[in-house]
């Protein structure tokens, strides 16, 4: 025990020789130094997660996760280990503002890897869904590329066939006319084959003939057409034979059906408030601790420590001081005072 508290310890960016003359602070900074060792811990997991689903190579995410891992924990060390306690809340309060910012941040950050491996069966089926609304989306557009092509050839060829339909509906019609001059039930009521009938007879032949050569000339073009109409759905049937599943399994691709799944069901979407609630409290409980915590002694120790460098800066400036008036000595009256004036401004 004292091995992993001494381990502890020096996680939580403490000096161990002054922890030493105040044994009452140790557990403090023991659990500080936990805390950020357990934080590094998940962040390492959580990048090294994230860098699997990327790349899919065991080797490389581990190392990833391990330097991930390490910048986080360095980080959150140092973020602790800056802060001093003055005895003054609000300023404390105000100085460890950015902190705290930068806290959850990094809290989010790592959450978000090891939300996905916990929700990992939820968002599985929900892939799936994703993969069969992509393919349906590209099998749609090229049905689309094709199928204008092929409206336009149908509709050429009904407008070839309503032609040949409306000439021969004009051909009945003069038939028709000829046939009741003829039999007497229509133009002049005379049953006979006169001139009225012949030229009536007449028309309706022209109109035979004139429909003859544009159903030749039309069903010619149609043929053409219908050709043309089938090589087109041929080409269609090849390019969708050809499509392919694309395979949805990136990070991008879960966070998205997380979001999917968060969006859908209440449970999922509280789950994930509480995992993220989790991690920003695990991640800011350090600084928080040394911000609610008293003013112990060893902030005191440490405060009288880096005391004595301000003191010894200020001797040393003092001495350098001296030493330059000394030198000067022999400089006119206000040359020296306005030297000593600057030395004294910079002391």
Known sequence: ?????????????A????LKKCPSET??????GATIFFTGLFAGLSGGY???TVFDNAWLAALFGMVWGLMIFNLDRYIVSSMRKEGKPAREWLMATPRIILAI?????????????????????????MEQKAYLEQEALARSRFTFVSDS?????????AEVMQKAQQRDALMRTAQEEADGTGGSRKKNLGPIYKIKKADADKAEAELSVLTTRNYERIAVLEKSIAENDRIMGDALITLE??????????????SHLTAKSSAVAWAHIFIMLLF????TTPVFVKLIAGKGPYDNLLKVEEHQFIVLEVEEKARMNSQAKERTATFPQHERTYIATQLDNEL
Do not use: H, W
């Not at 000096?15 to 002054?18: K, N, Y």
């Not at 557990?27 to 500080?32: E, L, P, Q, V």
């Not at 050839?153 to 066939?161: E, F, I, R």
């Open 1 to 13: 025990m004292k091995k992993i508290t001494t381990f502890f310890l020096q996680c939580s960016g």
């Open 15 to 18: 000096d161990l020789e002054m």
């Open 27 to 32: 557990s403090k900074y023991a659990g500080i």
């Open 50 to 52: 994230a860098l699997d």
């Open 105 to 129: 941040i990094i809290s989010i950050v790592i959450a978000r890897p090891l939300e996905l491996k916990i929700f990992e069966k939820e968002i599985a089926p929900e892939l799936v869904a």
């Open 153 to 161: 050839l149908k509709a050429a060829v009904n407008t070839l066939k």
């Open 245 to 258: 599943r694309s395979k949805i399994d990136g990070p991008a691709a879960r966070i998205e059906a997380l």
């Open 280 to 283: 920003i409290a695990i991640e």
